[in-house]
């Protein structure tokens, strides 16, 4: 297992296109969690997955954003029409309780 | 809601000099504390818990509740200890989920 796996690693796309990103955690985590970072901030939660389950959504998740868990292994983050604010690092992790792995993160740039 | 503050976006010091990172946060309850490091071009990864008390690559850091801080600190800083440090604070959801909230982060630049 070489740790949480995320693709792609750059992603530029035109404003109002959609945009899908995956996350693969480690395989024994029950818990995967998104964030975005944006420049000179700190990551910012976004969501949270139980196994398939999503049990937590952040405010800043508008509803053009929508993430998945299928069969509580892989998780994917859609992001319909894209607006230039939308332009971040988007990092998952993984964990068992406190201690998260985070993968490398997606940088997302909207032009 | 709970806050998590680190005051100094950047921080230089020369190598052998002590390093102090500061870190404040504001929650009414007890969360537990942690410090993030991201060296260039890696992956953010944990550097250390507060409530495993441990020290890990020279550094420490205790939680002083009075005072709601939780520096990170090092005696003798080495040209290796360059990155960006966050400060994070999680509790435990009713949903079950250790979410994080962290600071914007400190860069540390050690000067050889």
């Known amino acids: 297992d070489t740790g949480v796996s995320q693709d792609p690693r750059h992603k530029i796309t035109k404003r109002g296109q959609n945009v899908t990103f995956r996350c693969d955690p480690i395989?024994?985590?029950?818990?995967l969690y998104w964030y975005r970072q944006t420049l000179g901030q700190g990551p910012e939660f976004l969501t949270y997955?139980?196994?398939?389950?999503?049990?937590?959504k952040s405010r800043l998740l508008s509803d053009r954003f929508s993430a998945e868990r299928p069969k509580g292994s892989f998780s994917t983050l859609e992001i319909q029409r894209t607006e230039q604010g939308d332009s971040a690092m988007y990092l998952c992790?993984?964990?068992?309780?406190?201690?998260?792995?985070f993968g490398s993160g997606t940088r997302l740039t909207v032009v | 809601a709970q806050r998590v503050t680190q005051p100094e976006k950047l921080l230089s010091v020369f190598k052998g000099a002590p390093v102090e990172l500061k870190c404040n946060y504001s929650?009414?309850?007890?969360?537990?504390l942690f410090w993030y490091v991201q060296y260039s071009r890696q992956r953010l990864q944990l550097l250390l818990r507060?409530?495993s008390r441990e020290s890990i690559k020279g550094f420490t850091a205790d939680l002083n509740k009075g005072e709601t801080s939780f520096h990170l600190k090092k005696p003798f800083a080495q040209e290796e200890d360059s990155a960006m440090y966050y400060c994070?604070?999680?509790?435990?959801?009713?949903?079950?989920?250790?979410?994080?909230?962290f600071g914007k982060g400190t860069k540390l630049s050690v000067i050889p």
């Open positions: 992790a993984s964990s068992f309780a406190y201690g998260y792995t």
């Open positions: 395989s024994e985590h029950n818990r």
């Open positions: 997955f139980q196994n398939e389950a999503q049990l937590e």
């Open positions: 929650y009414s309850g007890s969360p537990e």
């Open positions: 507060h409530i």
């Open positions: 994070a604070l999680t509790l435990l959801s009713g949903a079950g989920s250790y979410q994080l909230t």
